[in-house]
């Protein structure tokens, strides 16, 4: 009630101040559908187990896939009768086979049976070399009234015929690892011709959506076996481990949205959808491990979590020896296309998930470091001002950004030469400070005919159609805006040009070329050369379709989005490729900086809006939060899920986006913000100004503090960084992905690893004196400031210190730092390593650092060094792990380890001899972090100035 | 005369490092050594420097660190990991001692002690920094730039060798990454002139602040004069409209009721208020007036009241005035009354100090906020509880002050949303003490010219 009153009058505010959408206070839950709004999901969820009306006939192998018809149950026994009576045509089904444990299931409609048109295959999302992987299926095995084919070592797919099921199984066995329509859920929609009286329509909100080919959703339930939690589904502010959404003790009762939108001040704890959808998850038990399901579908979809006994009285009995989590999956439209991940690991899940949808893209260094946005650095003055600040306090950085208001009247790719006059002599500024410069590229094009873009994309008939076949015009920052439309490949083409150095004017002198030869050589170590990233705020960022023109009239929103009706070429209806619009544009964005740096430079661009594949086009951060406590917390399960679901590279806006943070909620976030994949301050622009320095002394020196931690652990977060590169492994986990045997981690969504040797955990409270911190696994850790040690397997009741939130260090890891904090992660290119080794009970240790040059594509070539650090029998070695072979590029690095810390060890050595010089270096008690005052007895080999790039062993005597 | 020998060090450390082979890391004892050399490296345990300025040992033969001053000991030196920096790097003169004074000097803070051979051995023992000021080996250390032709610079020590030339003699970079020219002297001559020039202006500042402060404090005194007269004049008036108050009453009240009686005896009328209030045993102390003198009596206390609420308003201003903060030498005295407008690009800024702050756009006006107070030691005032901002807060403005000829307001600004600010250059901030402060520094900068500079 209270909320309702709030919004009310909120809305009038809106409609008073005809000021930014955006400063709208709260989330306004009426103006988004629920599922009992949304037709295809109300009936879908309507539906009784076991209702499944299909059955698998002619089942074949075919070009070594299985292939089968699922014929309608009342007419399977002929199936070659006029289709036209019934509601059902038959469907095809065939079933694929993939390396490393893959099966993918696709249904969809006969084009022999001439449906009105061809449902909608998401294109573009599955590697171009997945398909080389597939299995060539010899043999069927019939078994009852069932098909088994070979998935894995260890692994078969089975088809069962009647009643309808798919699933996998341990080989011989009966343990069952994911199926599919166990509750006979399945349901597939078949496009119609309209005939005349029908009313096809669907009204939200005074919006008509005229749905010219009837209802075309899809539904199924799909169970994961052995389970205890489920988790993934990104993008929701929720828990880690995905609660129940039906059944029994779920009061409201409200699936798991996917359906990208822009959602202002979204709330914590809540299945809405926000501004990217994956529809993959992910099972894990203690059990049997780990498996996943992905469903290949950029419709709006919406899935149940089916909490324990939703289906007492179905009638249904799956093998009951088994732990089991039920799920129901609705889309839209499109067809089925699903892969079944086998596991049986967490990694080996992501890693599988990841070969289909490609592997997290390689940042560049800078991006890993700290960034500084506000909404809006509001001109160059400001730009100088700010910078110069971060060095005055001593302060790293690395990327400064300008938001909309940098463009002239919202057209992006422009400037607004009032405020920015100069953005050249700007950037070449941040420039030689080794820093960079992102600027925002927002997908909304200003119609208006004196803008390039706009005029050539008009001319091109780029756009996409409303329903009667004109350009779709919605309201948005600039105004009446057109949209790209950017599933077609030659459109994406054409934007990505739109970045060359020619065509965004301002944003590239080049650099080099503007420069004083005498200074050349300065420059060229320090200038990376910088990039325009862009930003997308993809899709939807406060548009509206504008069809009555009033803007502000909240109600005439259709949720801030494209009607479902609007036209993409080729007839595709933008309902079938909503979710996945912004990955398009993610990737054009990130093709067009590719291009833009002659294929040279790795390419940078942060979405909000993402799907399944957006990993490999860059980095996704989680929207529009606001600065209270409870985002402060919630961030953290939204970061992991994205990390399961190959998006690595994500964090969440520190500070809150919304409202003013106070001094000690700014300051946590920066702590844990540290630990981010993506580290990034942002701020609207109705806030206070909250630049680190501005909240006195005290609080300047813990921010200063927790943005030297990032720069001090750099080398694990690239090296890191480059694991997801190649195996999908996100930077930041859960910790059940590093201890998968250990229950107490499963729902654990407060503290997460970061790879695998440091564990973290926010401070999500005010003024907090303890914290319960619990440290899984049977060895021991090591507090990151103090060295202090504590057990694992055990919660530890911790006292809270202002300076820092609760960071461990396994024992039995190695972790590579730099301790010389500079003005941005450029100037520390050549700086010495330390390594932290921490024994664990056996006095071992191991680590690994991967250095590159930080930013081209030459690593692809083998041009980096790759170590692993080993720590056994008092002796230290270091050991290549980079391919030797023949032609690779190389790249070489002249840096030295020049300190060695060794936790876990017991005092009294002096020396260590390292070999092959033959050399005696010191060893003494040192302090585990250099500016800290406390803790200063640890082992320290002093100056062993080994070769970071070199083979070597140093041995304590 | 020490820091000449250090750079000519520093030259040729780097000069001989850079000139030899530097693809090893670790190089066998006797890298980098022309065939003709080998003897002399290899003759004996203690090698002389070729400059004959010292002995090292031949542990300390290619061990990364110059010994020598001419780089004897450093043939294979690889430029990265060995620059080091001569002993006395990047400290201030007047810490020399400090550093010379033993073997074993101590870390500022107390905290530890390190022998001579670990300063500046780019590794990090002071948690302070003492120990490395002349490399970013340690977090919390800081650099010394002599800058000789310039001022001095105390940086970071993260700065050093970082491929930026921060110090503008370049002592801050020395790894051979990056040469930084010696722009002390060009850079010291526009720092000088900026700062001459601005001396100037302060000089003339103070004049004319001095004018003011004088003007304002007769003023100040004119005012007081004004004020106790005004309240003298005040006091008689109000003497005066009382007393002729009371006249005009009893004129009223005589002929009233005399015209009463009248009345009452001839054709009588309604009585009046004041009539039947009156007793009459009063009407025979009155003295009866004749119409002439009522009405010049009118006439006299209509002035006399009028000439008193106007004497009355002035006092009130005057009193207003009065206590507002007009500084320690009154010299914002004439801001009272004023306004300051600037034209920025869309909108006229107007500032009126003691009075509000607002911005014009056409025929809308904003206000910015009401006058508040001076902050900062009266270098800053502020304007508070303007007018609300939607979903923001109130608008504020805080105007920096900062020593000019004229008052001037410039550079208005709102860096965050509805927190404006802007700069108003005036006299009243040309104070002496500060003018003396530059003077002194501009001293020190030309003392600190080298020595026969042949630009000079």
């Not at chain 1, 049976?113 to 010899?138: A, G």
């Not at chain 1, 926000?274 to 998850?281: A, N, R, T």
């Not at chain 1, 839209?332 to 690991?345: M, R, S, Y």
């Amino acid at each position: 009630m209270k909320t309702q009153m709030r919004n009310l009058s909120l809305l009038l505010l809106l409609l008073l101040g005809c000021s930014h959408l955006s400063s709208v206070v709260s989330w306004k839950k009426d103006e988004f559908r629920n599922c009992n709004q949304t037709p295809f999901c109300k009936r879908a969820r309507n539906r009784k187990p076991g209702t499944c009306a299909f059955v698998a006939h002619n089942v074949t192998l075919l070009d070594g896939e299985l292939t089968a018809k699922l014929l309608p149950k009342e007419n399977h026994e002929n199936p070659d009768q006029d289709h036209d009576q019934g509601q059902s045509k038959p469907l095809i089904l065939s079933l694929l086979v993939y390396q490393d444990g893959i099966l993918r299931l696709k249904i969809d409609e006969d084009p022999k049976l001439d449906p009105p048109k061809k449902r909608f295959e998401v294109p573009d999302v599955i590697l171009p070399e997945f398909p080389q992987k597939k299995l060539w299926l010899q043999k069927l095995s019939k078994e009852d009234d069932s098909s088994v084919v070979y998935l894995s070592d260890g692994y078969e797919a089975v088809l069962r015929h009647e009643p309808l099921e798919v699933y996998v199984r341990e080989k011989g066995g009966k343990r069952r690892v994911i199926s599919l329509n166990s509750h006979g859920l399945f349901d597939f929609e078949q496009l119609k011709v309209k005939k005349e009286g029908e009313e096809w329509e669907e009204r939200f909100r005074g919006h008509t959506d005229m749905r010219p080919y009837g209802s075309q959703s899809i539904s199924f339930d799909v169970s994961f076996y052995d389970a205890d939690f489920v988790y993934g589904i990104p993008e929701h502010a929720s828990s880690l481990a995905l609660k129940p959404t039906r059944g029994p003790g779920v009061e409201e009762s409200e699936p798991y949205r996917l359906f990208n939108l822009d959602v202002f001040e979204y709330i914590h704890d809540s299945p809405f959808g926000l501004y990217g959808s994956i529809p993959f998850m992910i099972s894990h038990g203690k059990s049997h491990g780990t498996s996943g399901f992905f469903w290949l579908n950029s419709a709006e979809m919406q899935i149940d979590v089916l909490g324990s006994g939703w289906d007492a009285e179905s009638g249904i009995s799956l093998p009951s020896s088994q732990n089991r989590i039920d799920t129901f999956w609705m889309s839209e439209a499109g067809i089925v296309d699903t892969f079944f991940f086998v596991g049986p690991g967490p990694k080996d899940v992501v890693s599988q998930y990841t070969s289909v949808t490609g592997r997290p893209a390689m940042p560049q260094l800078f991006a890993t470091a700290y960034h500084q946005c506000r909404w809006n650095y509001r001109d160059e003055e400001d730009v100088e001002n700010v910078d110069s600040k971060f060095d005055e306090h001593d302060i790293p950085y690395d990327v400064l950004w300008l938001d909309i208001e940098h463009t002239d009247g919202k057209r992006y790719f422009t400037w607004d030469r009032v405020l920015f006059p100069h953005p050249e002599e700007m950037q070449r500024k941040l420039a030689a400070k080794g820093r960079h410069m992102v600027t925002i590229v927002d997908p909304h094009i200003k119609r208006d005919e004196s803008y390039f873009l706009h005029k050539e994309a008009s001319q091109k008939g780029y756009y996409v159609k409303d329903a009667a076949g004109n350009d779709f015009d919605g309201w948005c920052w600039p105004g009446s805006s057109s949209y790209l439309d950017m599933v077609n490949p030659e459109i994406r083409s054409w934007w990505a040009e739109k970045f060359s150095v020619e065509n965004y004017v301002g944003s590239t002198p080049s650099l080099l070329r503007g420069l004083d030869p005498q200074s050349k050589r300065c420059k060229a170590f320090t200038l990376s050369g910088f990039h325009l990233f862009l930003v997308a705020f993809l899709y939807s960022s406060v548009c509206v379709d504008t069809s009555s023109r009033l803007i502000y009239v909240v109600p005439q929103l259709v949720e801030v989005t494209m009607p479902r009706d609007a036209l993409h070429q080729g007839g595709v209806e933008h309902r079938e490729v909503h979710n996945a619009y912004g990955y398009y544009f993610h990737m054009a964005t990130s093709d067009g900086l590719v291009k833009r740096g002659d294929g040279k430079d790795r390419p940078f661009v942060l979405s909000r809006a993402f799907f399944a594949g957006s990993q490999r086009y860059g980095a996704v951060w989680t929207g529009d939060n606001t600065a209270d406590w409870d985002q402060l917390r919630v961030s953290v399960p939204m970061i992991l899920t994205l990390g399961l679901t190959g998006i690595s590279f994500s964090g969440a806006d520190v500070g809150g986006f919304f409202g003013n943070p106070e001094p000690e909620l700014l300051v946590r976030w920066y702590q844990i913000g540290a630990y981010y994949p993506f580290f990034r301050a942002h701020a609207h622009h109705d806030t206070k100004r909250r630049e680190p320095w501005l909240f006195g002394e005290r609080n300047t020196e813990l921010i200063r503090d927790a943005i030297h931690m990032r720069y001090m652990l750099l080398p694990y977060f690239y090296t890191l960084f480059r694991e997801a590169n190649t195996s999908g492994v996100p930077v930041a986990r859960p910790l059940w992905m590093e201890f998968p045997s250990d229950e107490a981690t499963f729902s654990n969504d407060e503290a997460f690893m970061v790879g695998n040797s440091l564990l973290v955990q926010g401070i999500y409270t005010e003024r907090v004196k303890h914290t319960s911190v619990y440290l899984p696994g049977k060895e021991s850790w090591y507090d990151l400031k103090a060295g202090a040690v504590y057990k694992g397997g055990v919660t530890h009741k911790l006292e809270v210190s202002e300076e820092c939130v609760p960071a461990f260090q396994k024992a039995g890891t190695i972790i590579p730092r730099k301790d010389r904090f500079r003005r941005s992660s450029t100037q520390m290119v050549n700086d010495p390593y330390t390594l932290v080794i921490a024994l664990n009970s056996s006095q071992k240790a191991e680590g690994e650092l991967y250095v590159d040059d930080g930013k081209s594509f030459s690593f692809e070539q083998g041009a980096y060094i790759h170590r692993r650090f080993v720590f056994s029998d008092g002796k230290l070695t270091s050991l290549n792990v980079a391919s030797n072979a023949p032609g690779r590029a190389q790249f070489s690095s002249e840096c030295l380890i020049e300190r060695i810390i060794l936790l876990g060890h017991s005092a009294g050595p002096k020396t260590a001899l390292v070999e092959p010089e033959n050399k005696n270096v010191e060893i003494e008690m040192g302090p585990l972090l250099l500016k800290s005052k406390r803790g200063s007895g640890f082992i320290t080999i002093r100056k062993p100035n080994v070769p970071v790039a070199g083979d070597w062993t140093i041995k304590i005597l | 005369m020490k820091l000449r020998i250090v750079v000519f060090w520093v030259v040729l450390c780097v000069l001989s490092a850079a000139s030899i082979v530097r693809s090893a890391y670790s190089p066998p004892k006797y890298l980098g050594i022309a065939p003709e050399d080998e003897k002399y490296y290899m003759s004996s345990e203690s090698i002389k420097c070729k400059d004959g300025s010292k002995k090292f040992s031949k542990t300390q033969l290619n061990d990364n660190f110059c010994d020598c001053p001419d780089g004897t000991d450093e043939p294979a030196s690889i430029v990265r990991s060995a620059y080091s920096p001569p002993k006395y790097l990047g400290i201030a003169p007047e810490d020399e001692k400090y550093y010379m004074s033993s073997e074993s000097i101590k870390c500022k803070d107390g905290s530890k002690k390190f022998s001579k051979t670990q300063l500046n051995d780019n590794f990090c023992d002071c948690p302070d920094g003492t120990d490395e000021p002349g490399t970013s080996a340690c977090p919390n250390g800081r650099f010394y730039c002599r800058n000789a032709g310039h001022v001095p610079l105390v940086l970071y020590s993260s700065r050093v060798n970082d491929g930026i030339c921060d110090c503008c003699d370049g002592s801050d970079e020395y790894d051979d990454k990056v040469k930084c020219p010696n722009t002390c002297w060009e850079a010291g001559k526009v720092a000088r002139e900026k700062l001459t020039r601005k001396i100037a202006t302060f000089q003339e500042g103070v004049a004319i602040r001095k004018q003011d402060v004088e003007r304002a404090i007769e003023a100040i005194a004119k005012d007081e004069v004004e004020l106790s007269k005004l309240q003298n004049e005040e006091k008689t008036l109000r003497g005066l409209v009382q007393q002729l108050k009371g006249i005009i009453f009893c004129v009223m009240w005589y002929r009233h009721t005399t015209q009463e009686i009248e009345e009452s005896s001839a054709t009588s009328e309604t009585g009046t208020d004041v009539g039947n209030k009156v007793s009459p045993d009063k009407v025979t102390h009155t003295t009866p007036v004749n119409q002439s003198d009522a009405a010049r009596v009118r006439k006299e206390y209509d002035e006399s009241s009028a000439k008193l609420s106007k004497i009355q308003s002035r006092i009130s201003s005057l009193t207003q005035k009065q206590k507002h903060d007009f500084g320690v030498d009154k010299e914002f005295y004439s801001f009272y009354g004023q306004c300051f407008e600037s034209k920025e690009t869309k909108y006229v800024y107007k500032v009126c100090p003691y009075k509000q702050a607002s911005q014009v756009d056409g025929h809308s006006t904003t206000r910015l906020g009401q006058w508040d107070k001076f902050e900062d030691s009266y270098r800053v005032m502020i304007f508070s509880n303007g007018d609300k901002c939607w979903n923001g807060p109130d608008r504020s403005l805080k105007v920096r002050l900062r020593c000019g000829l004229k008052n001037e307001i410039t550079d208005v600004d709102e860096p965050s949303r509805c927190e404006y600010v802007a700069l108003l250059s005036t006299p009243a901030l040309c104070v002496e003490e500060k003018l003396k402060e530059l003077q002194h520094k501009l001293d020190l900068m030309n003392k600190e010219q080298p020595q026969g500079h042949d630009e000079l």
